[in-house]
Every structure is written in structure tokens, then in C-alpha cells.
């Protein structure tokens, strides 16, 4: 598919094309502790090293008041 930078139905069909119809294509999820004291790896600064990384990874994360 080309890249457009738009979410359009052809994009969408293919990010949903293997989820079942009888399951929700977007969910709520709230971290937990356990998610939030893990290791995390050491995201580089440059778009090339990043590029060179096996996966795309969060960077941080931002705690709401409780």
C-alpha cells in the first residue's frame, strides 16, 4: 500500500482484515504497576538507530493524578 499519512478505508481494512467480526477492533487498557515497573530498553536519539532496533518501543509514559 502506498503511504499517504491518512487513515482511509483501504488502510483500515487491511489493519482489521484478521480480526473477527465478533471481536472489537479497538480496546480500552489501563497500565498497571506491573507494566510501568518493567525494564525498559534505551530508545537512541537518531532516526537511524532507531530504524535499526527490532521493534518500536514506548518511550515513556505519562501517570495521570490518582
Known amino acids: 500500500m502506498p503511504t499517504t499519512g491518512r ?5 483500515w481494512d487491511a489493519l482489521v482484515k484478521n480480526i473477527p467480526a465478533t471481536k472489537p477492533v479497538l480496546v480500552t487498557y489501563t ?17 537511524e538507530a532507531k530504524s ?3 521493534g ?3 518511550q515513556g509514559y505519562q501517570r495521570d493524578a490518582w
Open 7 to 11: 487513515m482511509d478505508q483501504k488502510t
Open 31 to 47: 497500565l498497571t504497576d506491573d507494566d510501568i515497573n518493567t525494564n525498559f530498553a534505551t530508545t537512541p536519539a537518531s532516526a
Open 52 to 54: 535499526k532496533m527490532k
Open 56 to 58: 518500536l518501543y514506548y
